[in-house]
């Protein structure tokens, strides 16, 4: 069965500074990879996934994924980052194509300070 | 902008009443599913239907809950005699295809039983 790892349930950060939400998992066969950002009082937005390819994954906002199979993760990032920023980020896996078979982490609250 | 429409966004009820939670999905869009998030948890997937039909209900308590799409109208899930413990986050998506890379999620209903 496959599980995520959110390490980290709060990380507060101040403008401009870098980020790294850290998103560990565990499966038995390959896997696909994804980030969702929820903003306040709003829905479950992609940010970005990784299906196959280059291990490298960019998203919306300047965001950007590194799958690390012999890690198994899959930590997001941001160089430098904006209060619009703050927002509720999950992590999620799924061993096959299909919506059911989506398993998310419990969530890393970004909090970017002025 | 017609995303997902989750209807209400707070919901308190009384151990032994009845919940209902309503789900408009995107316009266009015949697959709904359903993901409960318990206190420091992640998304779990409850239920998928598409119009009129039940594909998958093994993410679902097999007691007090139920779930429907009729042919009109939103989708209906269902919590009977409401315990403590359904005390949680239900999200509603939408997709053309049952399909994990284009889910669009609405913004929650948050059931608090007292």
């Known amino acids: 069965a496959q599980s995520v790892t959110q390490l980290d349930s709060q990380v507060p950060v101040f403008e401009e500074a870098p980020v790294e939400l850290r998103c560990n998992y565990s499966?038995?066969?390959?896997?696909?990879l994804f980030w969702y950002v929820q903003y306040p009082n709003q829905g479950l937005q992609l940010l970005l996934k990784y299906l196959s390819g280059s291990t490298l994954v960019k998203g919306i906002n300047g965001f950007e994924a590194e799958f690390n199979k012999s890690q198994t993760s899959f930590h997001l990032r941001k160089p430098s980052v904006h209060i619009s920023d703050t927002a509720e980020y999950f992590c999620a896996v799924s061993e096959g194509r299909s919506a059911r078979q989506l398993t998310f982490g419990s969530g890393t609250q970004l909090t970017v300070l002025p | 902008n017609a995303g997902v429409m989750q209807n209400p966004r707070h919901l308190v009820r009384r151990r032994g009443q009845e919940a209902r939670l309503r789900c408009s999905p995107m316009?266009?869009?015949?697959?709904v599913y359903w993901y409960r998030q318990l206190p420091e948890e992640g998304l779990k997937f409850m239920v998928y239907?598409?119009?009129?039909?039940?594909?998958?209900e093994s993410g679902m308590p097999k007691e007090r809950f139920s779930a429907e799409f009729p042919k009109e109208g939103p989708s209906i899930l269902r919590i009977q005699q409401v315990v403590r413990g359904d005390s949680a986050a239900y999200f509603c998506?939408?997709?053309?295809?049952?399909?994990?890379?284009?889910?669009?999620f609405g913004s929650g209903t948050q059931l608090s039983v007292l």
């Open positions: 316009k266009g869009h015949s697959h």
């Open positions: 998506a939408s997709s053309l295809g049952d399909n994990n890379e284009k889910l669009f």
């Open positions: 239907l598409q119009k009129e039909n039940i594909i998958d």
């Open positions: 499966s038995s066969v390959s896997v696909y």
